[in-house]
C-alpha cells in the first residue's frame, strides 16, 4: 500500500488517467491526512479545517465542546481559530497544543521541508500511537508515513538535482504546494 505514492504522483505528472482498485488512494489515507493536516496548519495558521482536525489529534484530551467554543469564539470575533487559542486560551490541554504548533512553526523557518516533517510526525504523537502496538494495520501505517517522508526527500532531491550543483533549503512550504498539486 506505501508503495502506491510513487505510482501515483508519477502517473499525476504524465497526466496519465488511473483508477486504484481494492483500496484508496495514498493521499485519502487518514494517517497522510492527519499529518498533511499538521504541516497546512503550520504553514498557514488560518487553515481553520487543519487545526480543528487535529487539535485532539492524537488524543490529548481536548473534548468536543472545547473545539466547539474555539470554532464559535473565532466566528464571533471574525478571527481563525488559531487567533483565539493563541491569545485567549488557558486550558493546559490546548496551550500544550498551541506551544507544539509555535515550536514546529519556529523549526519550519529555519529547517528543510524533510527535517520538519519527520519532528510533525513524532512530536505530533502520531507515530508513537502506532508504534505502540504493532499489528499488521499499524506496522501498515507506518509504513505509509515512512513513505510520505520518503516524499519530502525525494521532493528535495529533485530541487537540487539541477546542474549548478547548488543547495538551497527546500521549505516545508514548498513541499506542501508540491503535495498539493499532486493531490
Known amino acids: 500500500?506505501?508503495?502506491?505514492?510513487g505510482?501515483?504522483?508519477s502517473l499525476r505528472r504524465m497526466n496519465i488517467p488511473y483508477k486504484i482498485r481494492g483500496g484508496?488512494?495514498?493521499?485519502?489515507?487518514?494517517?497522510i491526512k492527519?499529518?498533511?493536516?499538521?504541516?497546512?496548519l503550520?504553514?498557514?495558521?488560518?487553515?481553520?479545517?487543519?487545526l480543528f482536525r487535529i487539535i485532539?489529534?492524537?488524543?490529548?484530551?481536548i473534548g468536543d465542546v472545547t473545539k466547539e467554543n474555539i470554532r464559535l469564539a473565532a466566528?464571533?470575533?471574525?478571527?481563525?481559530?488559531?487567533?483565539?487559542?493563541?491569545?485567549a486560551a488557558k486550558q493546559a490541554k490546548v496551550l500544550a497544543f498551541r506551544d507544539l504548533i509555535v515550536e514546529l512553526t519556529e523549526l519550519s523557518n529555519r529547517a528543510d521541508a524533510l527535517t520538519v516533517l519527520r519532528e510533525i510526525a513524532t512530536r505530533s504523537g502520531i507515530i508513537g500511537q502506532f508504534s505502540m502496538n504493532r499489528t499488521p494495520e499499524n506496522i501498515s501505517v507506518l509504513e505509509n508515513i515512512d513513505e510520505l517522508i520518503n516524499s519530502a526527500k525525494a521532493f528535495i532531491d529533485?530541487?537540487?538535482d539541477d546542474e549548478m550543483k547548488v543547495e538551497k533549503r527546500v521549505t516545508l512550504s514548498d513541499w506542501l504546494e508540491n503535495v498539493s498539486l499532486m493531490t
Open 1 to 5: 500500500n506505501s508503495q502506491s505514492r
Open 7 to 9: 505510482f501515483e504522483e
Open 24 to 31: 484508496m488512494s495514498f493521499y485519502q489515507r487518514k494517517e
Open 34 to 40: 492527519d499529518i498533511l493536516a499538521y504541516v497546512r
Open 42 to 50: 503550520v504553514v498557514n495558521k488560518k487553515d481553520d479545517e487543519a
Open 56 to 61: 485532539n489529534y492524537p488524543t490529548r484530551g
Open 75 to 87: 466566528q464571533q470575533a471574525n478571527v481563525s481559530m488559531w487567533e483565539v487559542i493563541d491569545q
Open 158 to 160: 529533485s530541487e537540487n
